[in-house]
């Protein structure tokens, strides 16, 4: 665990490695059966579950006010034009998408971004409002607003069913999480684990020519989610009186959106073709989003403040002016 923590994306990205590279070259191990293959090989739905109540636990009914509000903000902006991105491109090349890149993966990706390095860089460059922000922020992690945009936008068929049993764990951590403490830091103890055992399972799906191929078209996403983030920096800003460089770590790729394509082709087989690309360009975006970012946060903060300091010297007078025209007055009289 240490060594992934180091890694970034690493409780992701590592056993999801671990396991395309067994299945590429033994993926017999995975199928005994029994226990073994319902965890590793077809646990990822189950895990989904249990991801989803550590995601809605999270959801605190008690944020209201700043927090809820700007918390409200990233997650239309980011769901909003991550969406109408991933549908534009629908719109003109189809399912298959443009440079390689599906609607699928585009809207996975891009309607995701970090909420760990949100929460870090919030404490850092924010206040308590926005650390608060994340309760509804975190409504992003995980399939469903992939899902809704999928099904809103005609890209995917997505079963209203399928829409419900996505909200039903969510609604169960969210109320057990908000009447009960204990259970929600059980949740956020319990969340790496979780996410360990599903990327496991899905990366059992794949093999190492996926990865391959889907490299170059990753960093070409990685790329469009770093331009969108400056994008959501100024809209985020439109919203606030005081401004903040924090919507610029809406340029991020959550990790965890490399999970996202195959629970969506669960509800819409038609779009199984496109999971094992879409899941390695979205592990391949993560990762270098997530390093590029924290830059990307300090020079948008170095550049508000510059602003903010032309503006206040534009405000104050002139004092050599001022006292000339005081020794002119002074003549005058």
Not at 62 to 71: A, D, R, S
Not at 89 to 114: D, F, K, R
Not at 136 to 151: H, S
Not at 285 to 309: E, Q
Request: glycine letters at 10%; proline letters at 5%.
């Amino acid at each position: 665990m240490k060594i992934l923590a180091k890694i970034p994306g690493g409780i992701i990205i590592v056993p999801m490695l671990i396991a395309i590279i067994i299945n590429t070259f033994s993926p017999g191990l995975l199928k005994f059966g029994g226990p073994t293959t319902s965890l590793l090989k077809e646990g990822n739905q189950a895990m989904m579950g249990l991801f989803l109540i550590c995601c809605g636990s999270q959801i605190n009914f008690k944020q209201l006010g700043l927090p809820l509000y700007k918390g409200s903000v990233l997650l239309l902006i980011k769901a909003i034009v991550g969406t109408a991105i991933g549908f534009l491109v629908g719109s003109l090349w189809g399912a298959y998408g443009v440079l390689g890149l599906t609607p699928l993966v585009l809207i996975s990706a891009l309607t995701s971004s970090n909420s760990s390095l949100y929460i870090a860089m919030a404490g850092e460059y924010g206040n308590s409002s926005d650390t608060g922000a994340i309760s509804v922020f975190c409504l992003k992690d995980g399939p469903f607003i992939t899902m809704l945009a999928m099904g809103a936008t005609g890209l995917a068929n997505i079963p209203w069913q399928q829409i419900v049993a996505m909200l039903i764990p969510l609604l169960i951590g969210a109320l057990w999480g908000n009447f009960d403490a204990k259970f929600r830091e059980l949740c956020d103890k319990s969340t790496p684990f979780v996410i360990l055992f599903m990327s496991f399972s899905i990366g059992a799906k794949s093999d190492l020519s996926t990865i391959v191929t889907a490299g170059m078209q990753g960093i070409v996403l990685s790329f469009i989610a770093l331009a969108l983030g400056v994008v959501c920096f100024f809209l985020y800003n439109l919203f606030l009186k005081k401004k903040t460089p924090l919507g610029i770590l809406l340029g991020t790729v959550a990790a965890n959106s490399a999970l996202t394509p195959s629970i969506v082709a669960e509800a819409d087989p038609s779009l199984k073709a496109f999971v094992s690309s879409a899941t390695a360009q979205a592990a391949t975006a993560s990762i270098i989003t997530m390093i590029l970012v924290p830059f990307m946060l300090t020079f948008a903060d170095n550049w508000l403040k510059s602003r903010v300091h032309k503006e206040k010297l534009n405000g104050q007078p002139n004092l050599k002016v001022t006292k000339e025209l005081q020794g002119e007055a002074k003549g005058l009289t």
